[in-house]
């Protein structure tokens, strides 16, 4: 992709900051929130050791399901729970939390070796919270050698033609989704890790099609898109006409902006090519002036944060 192509997003005007006093919180209320959640975490250890909370709750209470199912839809987020567990532990210190945490690995690794619920672009949402955050926080060999086969596993579903990451075998050749961006970092972990060019090619290829094909010029961005694997031509795929995830809710395209501070800004020190390098600022600009700064757009934001709580700090922290 040329410079000008992606250098449109230029011209895009920032709103204004609309009721900056949302933004204000006070020491006290942080540490007492950290409490809380904590308090709350640890007070669900019990139910959730070899079971995890369901993707989605049933009159708000979560069900307790295997690591790998398709039950409530939790086929790709069990290690959610399991970030949440590696957090506690690195900001209480709090061995429970990690004895626990430790605990879950088996889970992931029966996961892998059965390649159960394994044939969807997932990988980066099931194993940068859980296993490489065992491996960063504990130095654990067996929880690199594993985030490493499940990073194969991930760079196995990149098109060559297309220049993307496949979202499911089920779904039509050629498609992906702005959901991906969130496992893109775990190609560029195993990059780093191994040296090996050929992950961090792939991982950065498929971030240039997000930035070439789901940008809108007002900053927001498209949910999933379709390259025809043989003409390489794009064209859009309504979401709702291929993948409901959530009945009732008709936009979701509400990640780019944590995309750009995940995937861009906080690639765990990879440097990207110039093409991003010298554009990442401006399209983080815009994509945040669109989904924080503007009154009307804040709203959007509420839905994923309920999703994902705050398991993927992880993939930023380091």
């Excluded at 760079?155 to 496949?166: L, N, V, Y």
């Excluded at 050929?198 to 010029?217: N, P, S, T």
Aim: aromatic residues 12%; hydrophobic residues 40%.
């Amino acid at each position: 992709m040329e410079n000008d192509e992606i250098m449109r997003y230029q011209n895009i005007n920032c709103e204004p900051i609309s009721a900056p006093q949302r933004f204000d919180v006070e020491a006290d209320g942080l540490a007492e929130a950290l409490k809380n959640a904590l308090q709350k975490t640890e007070k669900n250890l019990p139910k959730f050791v070899h079971l995890y909370p369901s993707a989605c709750s049933e009159k708000s209470w979560y069900r307790a399901v295997p690591n790998a199912t398709t039950e409530l839809g939790s086929d790709w987020t069990a290690a959610f729970w399991t970030g949440m567990l590696w957090l506690s532990y690195e900001m209480s210190r709090n061995e429970l939390f990690r004895a626990v945490a430790e605990a879950q690995f088996d889970d992931y690794a029966q996961r892998y070796d059965a390649f159960q619920l394994m044939n969807h672009h997932d990988m980066g949402f099931l194993f940068i919270p859980s296993i490489v955050a065992q491996y960063k926080l504990t130095g654990s060999r067996k929880a690199r050698k594993l985030a490493l086969k499940a990073a194969d596993v991930l760079a196995g579903r990149f098109s060559e033609r297309a220049g993307i990451i496949q979202v499911r075998d089920r779904d039509i050749q050629g498609a992906f989704i702005i959901d991906c961006s969130m496992n893109v970092p775990l190609l560029f972990w195993a990059a780093q890790q191994t040296g090996r060019h050929d992950y961090y090619v792939k991982g950065l290829r498929h971030m240039v099609r997000v930035a070439e094909c789901m940008l809108r010029v007002d900053g927001s961005s498209y949910q999933c898109f379709q390259i025809d694997p043989k003409k390489t031509n794009v064209y859009i795929i309504p979401l709702l006409k291929t993948i409901v995830l959530y009945p009732g809710i008709k936009n979701l395209h509400i990640y780019i902006a944590i995309i750009v501070q995940t995937i861009i800004g906080h690639c765990q020190r990879i440097v990207v090519t110039d093409i991003l390098q010298s554009n990442k600022y401006r399209i983080g600009r815009n994509a945040v002036n669109y989904y924080f700064i503007g009154q009307k757009g804040f709203h959007r934001l509420i839905f994923f944060f309920q999703q994902i709580g705050i398991g993927f700090s992880i993939i930023a922290r380091r």
